[in-house]
């Protein structure tokens, strides 16, 4: 029994840094469903606590808890090795891999049907025009149809027609990846603002003038204070590089959607050009069959006067009755 869907909210995160030891944020809370397993990536307030509670993190600083607290709101689709949702509900990267995947499969799949019925158009067709003008055609391809009657061939040739020019799968997909790439476009917008909101964290942070006075001299390069700059800006730095990382994936998929929509686009051109053809070349057929059937009616009329006016063919007169 497959999971009902849910629609994810892009939360907001209030954050100020107070003083060197005192960080307050603020987000929504979140809706939680008593069936749910006791960890959900999507709770962020939990991932943070989670994280600070592990040894692998060690917060000497505001800034530093900042960057944290931050990281993991930034990482809710991408989670750390520690961080496996068990229901798989937030694979976030892989649902839109399965679901490009899924669609260019389908786009591989129809351009080699269009493929296949061009090839068998041009051998019903050729086969057609060969008895028609009383040849042999040697062509291989051709073997298959030499058992078919001219009628059933004319019948095989009328359903390669609507098959080649039948847009309803690629229209479909078109509209499917269309979708994606909307919502791929929608998830970028909001890593390039939060790629910005931290190097304007970075910029505020390399100031040094939130806790202290400009007439302080530097402190020396072992100093606790600058031990803990250090820390701090490397610290930012794996923040921007993560979520610069995060932006990058999603920028992956989208080059990807964007080649399997190119791919659906040139297909159906293709169609399009197919069904050009097609009916350019049944007009042909339709002034030749005209042309023919002109020129049959020609000679008949043609025959059907000379017949008339042969001298040899006296012209009796008609009896003429007095009443």
């Given at each position: ?84 949702d068990p229901t798989g509900f937030l694979d ?232």
């Amino acid at each position: 029994m497959g999971l009902k869907p849910r629609l994810m909210m892009v939360d907001q995160l209030w954050l100020w840094i107070l003083d060197e030891k005192t960080v307050v944020t603020a987000f929504p809370k979140r809706w939680r469903n008593p069936n749910e397993p006791a960890f959900d990536r999507s709770d962020v307030q939990e991932r943070i606590m989670m994280d600070l509670a592990s040894n692998a993190t060690k917060i000497k600083t505001a800034s530093e808890l900042a960057h944290v607290i931050v990281s993991k709101c930034s990482g809710t689709f991408f989670p750390t090795p520690t961080e496996v949702d068990p229901t798989g509900f937030l694979d976030f990267m892989g649902f839109f891999e399965v679901a490009i995947g899924d669609v260019k499969m389908k786009e591989t799949r129809a351009f080699n049907r269009f493929w296949e019925h061009s090839n068998e158009m041009q051998g019903l067709q050729e086969t057609l025009q060969a008895r028609r003008k009383h040849q042999t055609t040697h062509d291989t391809i051709h073997k298959k149809f030499t058992d078919l009657s001219d009628k059933e061939i004319e019948s095989r040739i009328q359903a390669e027609v609507s098959a080649l020019t039948n847009i309803t799968e690629e229209t479909n997909l078109l509209k499917e990846i269309k979708d994606i790439l909307d919502e791929l476009n929608s998830i970028l917008l909001i890593f390039k603002q939060q790629e910005l909101v931290v190097q304007s964290m970075g910029k505020d942070e390399a100031s040094e003038a939130l806790f202290r006075d400009p007439r302080d001299p530097l402190p020396p390069h072992d100093s606790p204070r600058a031990i803990n700059d250090r820390r701090v800006r490397f610290s930012q730095a794996r923040l921007l590089q993560t979520v610069r990382n995060h932006k990058r994936d999603i920028e992956t998929l989208e080059q990807e959607a964007t080649r399997t929509h190119d791919s659906l686009t040139m297909l159906l051109d293709l169609k399009q050009k197919q069904a050009s053809v097609l009916e350019a070349d049944y007009a042909r057929q339709e002034t030749v069959e005209t042309t023919s059937q002109g020129r049959t009616l020609l000679v008949f009329t043609t025959v059907t006067i000379i017949f008339v006016r042969h001298p040899s063919s006296p012209l009796l007169p008609l009896p003429h009755h007095r009443i």
